[in-house]
């Protein structure tokens, strides 16, 4: 192998989101992730159900003034 071309390999600490954190090894020596082993819906058995239609609604609410000014004019 050549020398002095590979990153150093160090300890880790890992920070979620949730707050959990735990120790690895990886070439930087800090990392900070959105979800983790103890918040994720898979390892902890609880959905979370996103509301996606209540998001599109709320989308449509703020911009449907300006949306059917433009369809109007345009025919």
């Known amino acids: 192998m050549k020398k002095n071309i590979h990153p150093k390999y160090v300890e880790t600490k890992v920070t979620c989101g949730c707050g959990?954190?735990?120790t690895t090894r990886s070439t930087k020596p800090e990392l900070r992730v959105d979800?983790?082993?103890?918040?994720?819906p898979f390892y902890t058995g609880k959905?979370?159900?996103v509301d996606?239609?209540?998001r599109?609604?709320?989308f449509r609410n703020?911009?449907?003034?300006s949306?059917?000014?433009k369809?109007?004019?345009e025919e």
């Open 35 to 40: 979800i983790c082993n103890a918040c994720h």
């Open 62 to 65: 703020k911009f449907a003034a």
């Open 71 to 73: 369809a109007k004019t």
């Open 20 to 22: 959990n954190t735990f």
């Open 52 to 54: 996606t239609a209540g």
């Open 47 to 49: 959905l979370k159900y």
């Open 56 to 58: 599109i609604e709320k």
């Open 67 to 69: 949306y059917g000014k």
